[in-house]
C-alpha cells in the first residue's frame, strides 16, 4: 500500500518540516539548558557540601582545643596534681569542681577517672549518659602521655571525649594518678549550631543502627541507617530519596576505629524546581514558536509557491494541449527566471506543433496521392490498353464489343474512386451496404482478366452469400490480389477463391499456383511499402488490409500447405436482423 495515500500539499510539507526543525531545536536548546541547570546545581551543590565539611571541622577544633587547653591547664596545676595525689576522692571532686566550673563549657561535661577506669568525679552536665566502663583507658593507655581525642558511642548516645593524663614524678619513672576525659554528646543542638554556620545542608550523626542527632525530622531520616548500610562500600557523595545529595564521612573514635559517621544532606529540591520552572518556560517559547513559525512559513510559503502554483497550471494547461498559455513573469529571481524558460519552452512546443500538424498535412496529401495513384493505375491501365486495341487494328464486332464494355467498367470505377476522394475532402461518410460476395469477386475477376495474360480465375462462392461492405473498396481489395496473382504468374497460372462461413466471420480465401511468398517477407509483406516488384510502390496489400479493417475485418496472409500464396480476407458476420432487411431488399434469402 502506497503511503501517505493521498499525496500531500507542498504548504503542509512546509509546516511539519518546520514544526519537525523547530522542536528539534529546541528539544536540543532545552537538554542543553537542563544539562547546564544541573551542572550548576551539582557545582551548588559540591560547594556547599565543601562548606558545611570545613564548618564541622572548624567546630570541632574549636571545641576540641577548648577541651584540650581545659584538660591540659587542670592536669598541669601544682593544686590539681596535690588533691589527686590524697587519692580521697571528696577531695579531689571539691578540687575538680572549683576549677571546672571557672573555665569549662556549661554544655560539656568533665570526669574524673582513676588509672584502672573508676570513676571518681562528675562535673558539667547534671545528667551524663556516659559511663565509665564504656572508655576503654586498656587499650589506649600505651598511647599516653599525649591528650587523646575522638568520639565513644554508649548505648544511645554519642560522645566526642578528650582524655587528659595526670602524671606525677616517681622514684623511676613518672606515675599516672588520673585521667581527665571532658567532652560531650552529640545531640540535635549540636547539628543546629553546624546548620547556623552552613545554614544550605543538613546534618545527621549516625550509624549502621540509628541516628543520634539531625537537624532533620527523625521520620525523614528513618531509613538512612538501613540506606547507608545497604551501601557501605561507597564513600562520598549519594543520592538519597530522590531528595538529597548525601555525602557522609566516617567518625574516628578514641581508640583509631570507626564508630559513627557524619552524613551532610544538601537539599537539590531548589535545583528539581528550577528545571521544572525551565522545562515549563522552554514548552511555552517552544508553543509560541512554533505558532509564529508556522504563521510566517505560511506567509511566507503562499508568497515563494504562487509562481509554482502558476507554472502547476500552466503544465496542466499545455497537458491538456492549450500550447497558447503562458505564465506572468515578474522580477527577476529564480522562479521568474524559470517561468520564462517555462514561457520560451511553451512557444518551442507550440511551432513544434505546428511544424508536425504541417508536416502531417503533407504526409496525408502525400499518402493520399500515392493511394489515388495506386487505385486509378488499374483502372487506367485497363482503358489505355483497350483504347490501344481499338487503334491498332480492325477487330470482330464481339471482340470491340467487349473492349468497349471493359472501357466503360473502368471509366466506371475511376468515377467512383474520384466521388470517394471527394467524399473524404468534404469529410463526408458513408455506411457499409450489404452486397452479395459472388458478384463483387466476379466484377474484381472480370478487370483482371481483361488484361493480357493465361490467368485462370476460379470462384467457389455461394451466389446468395452477402457481406457487408463498401462495394467499390472490397473490389479493389480483391483486385490488388488477383493483380499480384497475375504478376506473380507471368507465364499462366489459375486462382482459386473459395468461401467459408464461421461463428463471427465470412473468410475468403485467395490461393493461387504462383512461387508463393519468400519466407522473409511473410512477416511483414502487409506492411506499408513493402514490395517484392522493383515497380511496385509497396502499398496494395497495407491499403487493402486498412479497407478490411475499416468495415471490422481483417486481410491476412494464410497457412497454405502448398507451393504458392494464399490470403484470407476477413468479412465480419451479418446480423440477422440486417440479413432479414437485406433480403427483403434483394428479393432472396439471407
Not at 576525659?181 to 543502627?209: H, Q, W, Y
Not at 493480357?452 to 467499390?472: K, M, N, R
Amino acid at each position: 500500500m502506497k503511503w501517505p495515500p493521498h499525496p500531500v500539499p507542498l504548504r503542509w510539507r512546509v509546516f511539519l518540516a518546520t514544526s519537525i526543525t523547530v522542536t528539534l531545536l529546541f528539544a536540543i536548546a532545552g537538554w542543553t539548558l537542563e544539562q547546564y541547570v544541573i551542572s550548576v546545581a551539582d557545582d551548588s551543590a559540591r560547594a556547599e557540601i565543601q562548606a558545611s565539611i570545613r564548618a564541622y571541622e572548624a567546630v570541632w577544633q574549636a571545641r576540641t582545643k577548648v577541651l584540650l587547653a581545659t584538660t591540659a591547664v587542670m592536669g598541669a596545676m601544682s593544686d590539681v596534681r596535690a588533691a589527686f595525689a590524697t587519692k580521697d576522692d571528696k577531695t579531689i571532686r571539691d578540687s575538680a569542681e572549683e576549677l571546672w566550673s571557672r573555665v569549662s563549657d556549661q554544655s560539656a561535661f568533665f570526669l574524673v577517672l582513676s588509672p584502672q577506669g573508676r570513676l571518681i568525679s562528675t562535673l558539667g552536665e547534671k545528667e551524663v549518659a556516659l559511663r565509665a566502663p564504656t572508655i576503654p583507658l586498656s587499650a589506649v593507655s600505651d598511647r599516653f602521655p599525649a591528650q587523646l581525642a575522638g568520639y565513644l558511642r554508649d548505648g544511645g548516645s554519642l560522645f566526642y571525649v578528650v582524655l587528659t593524663p595526670v602524671y606525677v614524678a616517681g622514684e623511676s619513672k613518672p606515675f599516672l594518678l588520673n585521667v581527665l576525659c571532658a567532652g560531650f554528646r552529640i545531640d540535635d543542638r549540636m547539628g543546629r549550631e553546624l546548620k547556623t554556620l552552613a545554614p544550605g545542608s543538613e546534618f545527621v550523626f549516625l550509624d549502621n543502627r540509628q541516628v543520634y542527632a539531625s537537624t532533620l525530622n527523625r521520620d525523614l531520616v528513618s531509613g538512612l541507617p538501613a540506606f547507608l548500610q545497604s551501601s557501605s562500600g561507597a564513600r562520598g557523595k549519594q543520592l538519597w530519596r530522590n531528595r538529597f545529595i548525601l555525602f557522609h564521612r566516617p567518625l574516628t573514635g578514641i581508640d583509631r576505629g570507626a564508630v559513627a559517621e557524619l552524613g551532610i544532606l544538601y537539599s537539590y529540591a531548589q535545583a528539581r524546581s528550577s528545571l521544572t520552572n525551565l522545562r515549563r518556560v522552554v514548552a511555552f517559547a517552544w508553543f509560541l514558536t512554533v505558532a509564529a513559525a508556522l504563521a510566517i512559513s505560511s506567509y511566507l510559503t503562499r508568497r515563494v509557491l504562487k509562481p509554482v502554483r502558476l507554472l502547476d497550471a500552466a503544465a496542466c494547461a499545455i497537458a491538456a494541449g492549450n500550447y497558447q498559455y503562458r505564465v506572468p513573469v515578474r522580477g527577476s529571481d529564480e522562479l521568474s527566471r524559470l517561468a520564462n524558460t517555462f514561457n520560451q519552452m511553451c512557444e518551442s512546443i507550440e511551432r513544434a506543433q505546428e511544424d508536425r500538424i504541417h508536416q502531417e498535412q503533407m504526409n496525408t496529401i502525400a499518402r493520399l496521392g500515392t493511394s489515388l495513384v495506386h487505385d486509378l493505375r488499374n483502372p487506367l491501365a485497363a482503358i489505355y490498353g483497350g483504347a490501344e486495341m481499338l487503334v491498332d487494328g480492325n477487330l470482330p464486332a464481339d471482340q470491340t464489343c467487349r473492349i468497349a464494355q471493359a472501357i466503360y467498367r473502368a471509366s466506371h470505377r475511376l468515377q467512383e474512386l474520384l466521388r470517394d476522394l471527394l467524399n473524404v475532402s468534404r469529410e463526408r461518410r458513408t455506411e457499409p451496404e450489404v452486397c452479395r460476395l459472388r458478384e463483387l469477386v466476379e466484377a474484381a475477376a472480370e478487370s483482371v482478366a481483361a488484361r493480357p495474360g493465361h490467368l485462370a480465375i476460379d470462384i467457389s462462392i455461394d451466389p446468395e452469400l452477402e457481406v457487408t461492405a463498401y462495394p467499390i473498396r472490397t473490389e479493389r481489395v480483391f483486385v490488388n490480389l488477383l493483380s499480384n496473382s497475375a504478376e506473380a504468374m507471368s507465364s499462366g497460372g489459375s486462382v482459386f477463391m473459395t468461401a467459408r462461413l464461421t461463428s463471427s466471420s465470412v473468410d475468403v480465401y485467395v490461393k493461387d499456383t504462383g512461387p508463393g511468398i519468400p519466407a522473409e517477407m511473410r512477416g511483414v509483406v502487409l506492411q506499408p511499402f513493402v514490395s517484392g516488384k522493383r515497380s511496385g510502390l509497396g502499398l496494395g496489400l497495407a491499403l487493402s488490409r486498412q479497407a478490411m479493417r475499416d468495415i471490422g475485418g481483417d486481410l491476412f496472409l494464410a497457412e497454405n500447405g502448398s507451393a504458392g500464396a494464399c490470403f484470407c480476407v476477413r468479412f465480419p458476420k451479418i446480423e440477422m436482423k440486417a440479413a432479414a432487411e437485406s433480403s427483403t431488399s434483394h428479393g432472396a434469402p439471407a
